[in-house]
């Protein structure tokens, strides 16, 4: 895990690409470096994940209460603990703001389960029988989500 701190110029071109993006205000002040993403931390962690050319909030972190929601049902929930795409059959809610190609927040019953990219917009979600409507990117234990523990246990925030 390489740490770098970002200047004044880059901190503001993430800001505002975040903002757009995420439509969530971070100012990043230190990038971790991991295989596969950029973990951005400043009193919170927002990680750039370069597979998905996707910015989303950690899990853990209270920004991800500010993205669009998928609530599941409980059927859903072992599989996507293990890293399984949301599919149409297993979501009871849909969020209005969900948007494709943005980050959704899933949840069953208020328990934080996944980040996950949309693959449809709300509208045709909603009217989906079946298929993928977000593509699992981050939960708990994946090599990300560990990562950021190992940070915090080590530097705190």
């Known amino acids: 895990m390489k740490i770098n701190y970002l200047s004044k110029k880059e901190i503001k071109q993430l800001s505002k690409e975040i903002m757009e993006r995420v439509g ?4 990043p002040e230190r990038v971790l470096e991991l295989d ?4 951005l931390v400043n009193k919170g962690f927002m990680i750039y ?3 998905n050319d996707a910015f989303y909030p950690f899990l853990a972190d209270k920004m991800a209460e500010q993205l669009p929601q998928l609530e599941v049902d409980h059927g859903a ?3 996507i603990r293990n890293g399984a795409n949301i599919m149409r059959p297993g979501i009871t809610r849909i969020d209005s703001r969900l948007k494709k190609g943005s980050p959704a927040l899933i949840k069953c ?3 934080l389960l996944a980040i996950a990219i949309s693959q449809m917009d709300y509208a045709e ?5 079946n298929g993928v409507v977000a593509r699992n990117v981050h939960r708990p234990g994946d090599k990300t989500w560990n990562a950021i523990i190992e940070f915090i246990k080590k530097y705190g925030i």
């Open 24 to 27: 969530i205000d971070f100012q």
């Open 36 to 39: 596969g993403a950029l973990v």
């Open 49 to 51: 994940d370069k597979r």
């Open 77 to 79: 929930v072992d599989s």
């Open 109 to 111: 019953n208020g328990e």
């Open 125 to 129: 979600a909603a009217s989906a029988q």
